[in-house]
């Protein structure tokens, strides 16, 4: 009988030391997912935004650089690149001619980054 209740403390004393270890990795599995699937929603969606200052004849779809750009009139979107926003905004100008605002989800250009940006339209 001494044996018995002696294997059933052991197992319990187990379960008691892994149960944290259990609750931690199903608490950062948790918190990677919902961290993880807006980015995955991020990525599907438009991720740029530019306003250009002539507007383009109706709807148009054109590829700079391997980023699909999506165009009506002055409005213009495309899917995040990994270059920074300033250079991407550069290769869009350079296509289309100046632009007037270039934002992404974190906010627009800076005024300075917008100038540089439209150097390349002159060029």
Request: hydrophobic share 45%; proline share 7%; charged share 15%.
């Amino acid at each position: 009988m001494i044996h018995a209740n002696h294997t059933r403390a052991a197992n319990t004393s187990v379960a008691r030391q892994l149960l944290p270890a259990v609750l931690a990795l199903a608490g950062t599995v948790a918190s990677f997912a919902m961290t993880a699937a807006p980015v995955r929603a991020a990525t599907n969606g438009p991720f740029y935004s530019a306003t250009l200052t002539r507007p383009m004849d109706g709807t148009q779809k054109l590829v700079q650089k391997g980023v699909l750009w999506k165009c009506e009139g002055t409005d213009c979107s495309a899917p995040r690149d990994t270059s920074r926003p300033v250079i991407v905004c550069a290769r869009l100008a350079q296509k289309v001619g100046p632009v007037a605002r270039f934002a992404t989800p974190q906010g627009e250009l800076a005024a300075e980054d917008l100038a540089r940006c439209n150097e390349a339209s002159a060029g």
